[in-house]
């Protein structure tokens, strides 16, 4: 563990870590709740769908279901390729061939900064250990709404289990690192009036490189204003929960 990688190896794993996997030479990590004996909680679109063109460009991108295909079914976790939504499945087919890492909560603002790829740690703490298993089972058992691959993702659902927060604000990505890292890197450079005080490469790279770390920064669920703390059982009660109406009740209470 450290600014170059999270790797770890599997008996270093815990009940209630926070861990992920790189698909498709790094581009996407997909994440879960590893919960013990094997199993990982996780939240996924389905295979094919995971950013919801419904064409083979969402499994060339990005793909975060079992591997296993249908005609050869994981004989731990059966036939997972056609499930979505939150799921629990053993380790191999949430790798599915890849290293496993650990995600990192509580590092300081350097550490954070340091680790240029986004969705690998966060300014947040981690609640209890007890606590992130009881959100991981509830919501096997009661979901964790549609998926969003900007909003409401498999990072975003590994997050919200360790910390209980949610973003209750409907500008901007939810808690993902890796969602707010591509928009952070999208818009470096385009969006910056500072881009006009430097023609060189040198000087556009530094603005490129200073907006994308603050962007990043601001983003983080760990420093941002507009989350808040949510009882996992409010979180899926049948009526549905306004998020935003939630954080207001708060206020008042307070």
Not at 159 to 185: D, E, H, N
Not at 194 to 218: D, E, K, P
Not at 240 to 250: N, R, S
Request: glycine share 10%; hydrophobic share 35%; aromatic share 10%.
């Amino acid at each position: 563990m450290g600014v170059l990688s999270n790797k770890i190896q599997r008996d270093q794993l815990r009940p209630g870590d926070h861990i992920y996997s790189w698909r498709h030479a790094y581009l996407y990590a997909h994440h879960g709740i590893y919960v013990g004996e094997g199993k990982v909680i996780h939240f996924t679109r389905g295979a094919g769908q995971e950013i919801g063109t419904g064409t083979v460009l969402d499994r060339i991108i990005f793909s975060s279901s079992p591997s296993h295909s249908p005609d050869n079914p994981c004989p731990k976790c059966g036939d997972q390729s056609s499930l979505d939504g939150v799921m629990s499945s053993c380790i191999d087919c949430f790798l599915s061939g890849g290293d496993l890492y650990l995600f990192e909560y509580g590092v300081n603002v350097a550490f954070f900064i340091a680790k240029a790829r986004g969705g690998t740690c966060t300014l947040a703490a981690s609640d209890p250990r007890e606590d992130v298993l009881h959100r991981a089972f509830y919501l096997l058992q009661n979901g964790f709404g549609s998926y969003d691959i900007f909003k409401n993702n498999c990072e975003d659902f590994a997050i919200y289990c360790k910390t209980g927060l949610l973003v209750y604000t409907s500008i901007s990505v939810g808690r993902s690192g890796q969602a707010a890292s591509f928009l952070a890197a999208a818009s470096a450079v385009i969006s910056s009036p500072l881009r006009f005080l430097t023609t060189s490469f040198t000087g556009l790279g530094a603005v490129g490189c200073g907006m994308y770390c603050v962007s990043r920064l601001v983003s983080d669920i760990g420093i941002r204003r507009d989350v808040i703390k949510i009882p996992v059982e409010r979180l899926t009660a049948p009526r549905g929960l306004d998020v935003a109406e939630f954080a207001t009740e708060v206020v008042k209470t307070d």
